[in-house]
């Protein structure tokens, strides 16, 4: 399937966002989900020995990076914590979403448990709230399907508005659909129309007015609509969060 690694010993991440690349044109794919849908797995299938694991700057919650190609892209796969949401309840939620929206993951990918996959999409809604460029991977389907449950994957796709690519992780099954599809997201073959949810006309009300504001002071390159959902729930980490990239950048 044309994946092969190459080890790289290097301390890939200098801060929480930032990422160290071994090469400038190496495409960055951020691998979330929830606990025990086999994100390890996939992990380990797709960078085989070519991983480097430590701890989040300034967290005792550890990380895995890892690097591998496919056809004429080179890929840095990052290993977020598993977690059920994206609310910052947890230090692990808070570098999760931290990573997907201030580190700019060229993709990211959510693998969930086809087992119980209404559980997980809560975790795929929130993420598709934060960009556009989404794969969801359906894990387990073979155990999925000794339980009688039967998931309609073209349905699946048309209501998210995403590719869903149904996997076997631990047998290496739908692993080729899903590096070709990862391909033709980067080469701008595949478009996203995300499932959003509408909120309370005053609630959007209250969006229009704040994200001016964040555009204002953090430009466009972030997700600003859904830090202005965070700033209305009076949600405290993404106050420190927004604080440490205006520090960083000086803005």
Known sequence: MGLTSKSTGLSLL???????KEDKDMIVIALAGNPN??????????????????????KT????????????KKFLLVDLPGTYSLLANSVEEEIARDFICFGNPDITIVITDATCLERNLNLVLQVMEITDKVIVCVNLIDEAKRKGISIDIE??????????????ARDNKGIDKLLE???????????????????SDEIESIIKEIEPILIETLGTKYNTRWLALRLIDGDKAIFNSIDNILKKYSI
């Open 155 to 168: 349905k699946l796709e048309n209501r998210l508005g995403v590719p869903v690519i149904p996997t076997i």
């Open 61 to 72: 919650v550890s990380n895995a990076k890892g690097t591998f190609k496919y056809k004429d």
């Open 181 to 199: 599809m990862i391909y033709q997201m980067i080469n701008g073959n595949i478009k996203t129309n995300p499932y959003r949810l509408k909120y």
């Open 14 to 20: 200098k801060n929480r966002y930032d990422i160290v």
């Open 37 to 58: 849908t086999g994100k390890s797995t996939l992990f380990n299938t797709l960078t085989g020995l070519n991983q480097h694991t430590g701890n989040w700057p300034g």
